[in-house]
């Protein structure tokens, strides 16, 4: 199998200790909503295979948090705070 699906990790990369971590640029449209142009995550693991487990879980979240504030820049008058769309 080798390390054939570390190619398949788009966003994540290595810290200069080792340590992996999702890196993704917030989208330019959805920026100014999110208030941040990059969302960094630690993956919390040296290990490829942890990371990997890991990478597919802040991937998802990261995905639902950009779906989110879509929703929320197409009706700014909904009644959920990002904090609280971001706990969904």
């Known amino acids: ?6 190619s398949k990790m788009l966003y994540a990369q290595r ?3 080792g ?4 890196r993704r640029a917030v989208p330019k449209a959805l920026s100014v909503i999110a208030g941040r142009s990059e969302i ?12 990997q ?3 597919v879980k802040a991937h998802g979240e990261v995905e639902a948090h950009f779906k ?5 820049a197409a009706n700014p008058k909904s ?3 990002d904090k609280e769309i971001w706990e969904l």
């Open 79 to 81: 009644a959920n705070s």
């Open 1 to 6: 199998m080798g390390r054939r699906w570390l």
């Open 53 to 55: 487990l890991a990478y």
């Open 19 to 22: 340590i992996w971590k999702y």
């Open 15 to 17: 810290s200069r200790h």
């Open 40 to 51: 960094i995550v630690s993956l919390r693991t040296r290990d490829d295979r942890e990371a």
């Open 68 to 72: 989110s504030l879509s929703r929320m």
